[in-house]
C-alpha cells in the first residue's frame, strides 16, 4: 500500500536515480541513522522514496504467511543474455525512448524478460535481489482468480453459483445477489473506492482493516478483512460493467478458503506455487487475525513471477514440462471477458482490452495478456512473440495510468525486436 | 516470549493431550470462531495453552527478517527409523518412565533423534510439520555464540578486546568494562532478571522493547533492542560467574553486526545456514526498526536444528559431508568453559556443567553438550553415543528445571540403547 499523495504530474516526477536506495542510504547500519529509518509506524515509510526499500522489506515490518515451495529443485530458467537496452520505442506522448531508459523512468525494482523460456534479461535495482521477494501489488489478485479457475477447473467451484453458497455472511451485504463469476471478473456493484489519490477512499478503510496501514490509537473500525467485507454496501447492478475494486479479490479469496478448507497461503503452495517449480518461498501480509490480504499482499521474487507467467503462456506446462495448473483454468482466462462491460470503466489508455478471472487481457494482435499492480508490478505475457515480462517497481505514483505510456510500448517493441531474432 | 504466569507446580501441570492443538481447534475456519482466535495483541495469545499452535506461527504475528537456505539441494538427512518410544528410564525424581511418555509429558511439538547422521526418530504433535519453523526460544542464542567463535576462527572478531571497540554507545552501561569474551560466555555482571515467574522482571522490558510483547497504549519506554541495552547497569563484577541473562546475547548479536558488516540473519545464511544445507529458510523476530531478537528470536524447521546439531558434532562437517563451521570454532565451543563460575549460577540439576560461547556443556561421561531455549526447546549433542537430539516444544512451564528431570534420563537411555546398538 501507499499512503501519500502521489506528485501530480509526470513532468514533476523525482530523478530515479537520485531516489534509488543506494543514492539515499535507507536502514543502513546498526542501527541506521534516525532520518535514514524506515518503520511501519512512520507515515512516510509507505510513500515514495522509502518504498524502493520497503517494497523490498514487507515482511520486516508486518505480520506475514509462508507460501512453501516444496522441497524439489526450482524449475530450469536456462540465461540468454542479450542487450535489450537500446531497443527503441515511441511513448504514447508520442516521445522516442529506449527500453533501459523506460526501465529507469518506472522505477523499476527489477525487470526480467524471457523469450521462448530462457532469461533473456534480469535486472535488479536497489534494494531488491533474485532470492528476495519483493510485494507484488494488485498482481497478487490474478494468483487469486488462478486459482478460482483451477478450482473451477477441477469440479471444486461453481462459478456460477450465489456468493452466499460459500459467504451467508455476505447475505446483506453488495454480494448477496452476486454470482462468484461476477466476483472473479469484477462485475460487483459496490460502494467502493480505489482511488487512491483520494483520502476518503474506502481503499484506506481496508487497508487499516487488514492491517496493511496502522489502526492508530482509539481506532474502532474493523480489525479485519473479514470484518471489513461485511459492511460493504451495493451500488448500482451486477454484471453489467467491469469496476476494478480490490475488495472482490478479498471476497473471492474469502470463497476459496471456504471452497477448498485451505487458507489462501497453502492453496496457492499446493495449486501453483509447488507446480512450476518456484525458487524460493513467497509470503502474503496478513490481518490481525493471519487472514492473507489476497487483493495486493502477496511478495515473491522476480524470477518466480516470471515462471508463474511462462507456466501460463505455456497453457499451464511450467518451465521444464511439467503440467502445473489444468489447460482447462488457463484457457478459462486467455479467452478473456467481454470488451463492451471493460469499456464502461473508462481506461482511455487501455482500449480494447477486457477482464476475465482478475487478469487483464489486452486483445493486442499479439493477444497479450497482464497481471497489473499499483507502482508497477506486472506480469506481461505476450503469446505470440513467446515472450513474458515481469517487472516489480515503486513508481511515485500508484495507478499505472502513469507508467502504461511507456510501460506499454516498450513491452510491444521488445516483443518485435525477440519476434525478429 | 511466554508473558503468563506458569502453573505453580508440575502436580499441577495440564494433562498434554487434552490441550493439543487438535484438540483445542485453535484457529481452525474462515474466520476463526472468536473463542479459538489466537492474535498477538491478546494477553493470552502468549500464554499455554494456546503457544502449541504460536510456538509453530510467530510469523503470522509479527515482522521477521529471513534465513536464507541458498539455492542448492539440503544436505542428506537418511532414514533409519526404529520405535525408541518404549526406551526406559528414570527419572530425577525417581519414577520409571519411557521415552515415548516424556515427549508427551515435556508438551513435544516435534522431536527428532539423529543417530550416526541417521534420522532414527522424527515425530511431529498439533500444529509442526516438517516443513515448518517453530520458535527456537534461547536455543537462538547459540547460534549467535556460534557465529561469534566463527568470527573469532576466521580473525574477524577479537574475543579478548573490549566491547566497546565495536560498541561505543555501551561505555556509560554494564558492559563498558567488559570484554567480548565474557558477554560470549555469559559471566557480565549486569542489573536484569531472567526470572519469567516475576513479572517485575527486566526481562519483560527488554521483550516489551523488542517488539515480542504488545507495547500499548502510552509506552514511553525503549522501542527498540539498542534503546534497551543502553540502559543496562552494572551490578557486580565481570568474569567471574555466570549468569545466565538474554541481553547478553544480544548484545553479542549487535557486536557481530557492527564486526561484520552484516544484519544477523544475513550473517547466519552466509555462516551455517547455507553451509550446512539446511532445508528451509529460518527467520528472526524483528523489533520495529528490523533488528534481529538475537536473544530468542530465532524460529528454524525441526530437521534443521538437527542438521546443525549434526554438524557440531562432526566438527563442523555438515551432513553429506561438506566442511560448514571451522574445526578451531566447534572445538572453542566443545572445550567448555569454567565448571567453577557456573557451579556459582546455581542450577542443582546441572552439577558440574559449564558455559560456553552460548552453549551449555554437560561435562558428563558422554561429553555431551546442549543449546537449551524456554519452554522445552533444545539440542542434544552426545559424541559419544553419535547422537544428536533436536526437540521444540510448548511446556506450559518456561524454566527448563520444569523438564530437565525427565528430559535429561530420557536422552541418556536413548543414547545407551542406541550405543548396544
Given amino acids: 500500500m501507499s499512503s501519500s499523495p502521489p506528485p501530480a504530474a509526470a513532468a514533476e516526477l523525482p530523478d530515479p536515480a537520485a531516489t534509488s536506495v543506494d543514492a539515499m542510504g535507507w536502514m543502513q547500519g546498526y542501527p541506521p541513522p534516525t532520518d535514514k529509518l524506515i518503520t511501519f509506524d512512520d507515515p512516510a515509510g509507505g510513500a515514495y522514496p522509502r518504498t524502493r526499500w520497503s517494497f523490498s522489506h514487507v515482511r520486516e515490518t508486518v505480520p506475514t504467511a509462508n507460501v512453501w515451495r516444496g522441497n524439489g529443485p526450482p524449475s530450469p530458467l536456462p540465461a540468454a543474455p542479450r542487450d535489450l537496452s537500446q531497443i527503441a520505442f515511441t511513448t504514447a506522448a508520442g516521445q522516442p525512448m529506449s527500453f533501459g531508459e523506460m526501465v529507469e523512468r518506472t522505477y523499476a525494482d527489477g525487470i526480467l524478460v524471457l523469450h521462448r523460456g530462457a532469461v533473456v534479461c534480469e535486472q535488479y535495482f ?23 479457475a483451477i478450482l473451477v477447473a477441477e469440479g ?35 460502494r467502493y473506492s480505489e482511488d487512491y489519490a483520494d483520502p476518503a477512499a474506502e481503499v484506506w478503510g481496508y487497508a487499516r482493516a487488514g492491517g496493511m496501514l496502522v489502526q492508530g490509537p482509539g481506532y474502532a473500525g474493523p480489525k479485519s478483512f473479514y470484518e471489513f467485507l ?9 454484471g453489467d460493467a467491469f469496476a476494478y475494486k480490490t475488495v472482490n479479490a478479498e471476497v473471492l479469496a474469502w470463497v476459496l478458503r471456504r471452497a477448498s478448507g485451505r487458507s489462501l497461503a497453502d492453496l496457492l503452495s499446493e495449486k ?13 501480509m496478513v490481518d490481525r487475525i493471519g487472514t492473507e490480504a489476497g487483493g495486493g499482499g502477496l511478495n515473491t521474487t522476480l524470477r518466480d513471477l516470471a515462471r508463474f507467467g511462462e507456466t501460463m503462456r505455456n497453457g499451464g506446462i511450467a518451465p521444464g514440462g511439467r503440467r502445473a495448473i489444468p489447460a482447462a483454468a488457463v ?20 482500449d ?37 515480462i515481469a517487472r516489480y517497481a515503486a513508481h511515485p505514483m500508484a495507478a499505472n495510468g502513469a507508467n502504461d505510456p511507456l510501460t506499454l510500448p516498450a513491452f510491444q517493441a521488445v516483443a518485435e525486436a525477440l519476434m525478429r531474432g
Wanted: charged share 20%.
Fill in 126 to 148: 536497489g534494494a531488491l535481489a533474485p532470492e528476495r521477494p519483493h510485494i507484488a501489488m494488485s498482481v497478487t489478485k490474478s494468483f487469486v482468480g488462478t486459482l478460482a
Fill in 156 to 190: 471444486a467451484l461453481d462459478a456460477e453459483a450465489p456468493v452466499t453458497i460459500h459467504l451467508p455472511e455476505l447475505a446483506p451485504t453488495a454480494y448477496g445477489d452476486a454470482s462468484v463469476r461476477e466476483v472473479m471478473d469484477m462485475t460487483i456493484g459496490v
Fill in 230 to 238: 461485511v459492511t460493504l454496501e451495493k451500488d448500482g447492478a451486477h
Fill in 272 to 284: 501453483i506455487w509447488r507446480p512450476i517449480g518456484a525458487e524460493q518461498d513467497a509470503y502474503f
Fill in 331 to 350: 484457457a478459462d482466462i486467455t479467452r478473456g471477458g467481454d470488451p463492451a462491460k471493460f469499456s464502461r470503466a473508462g481506461y482511455p489508455l487501455l
Fill in 352 to 388: 480494447g482490452w477486457s477482464y476475465r478471472d482478475m487478469w487483464w487481457i489486452t486483445n493486442n494482435p499479439h493477444r497479450a495478456f497482464m497481471a497489473r499492480g499499483i507502482h508497477g508490478q506486472c506480469i506481461y505475457v505476450d503469446p505470440t512473440a513467446e515472450m513474458v
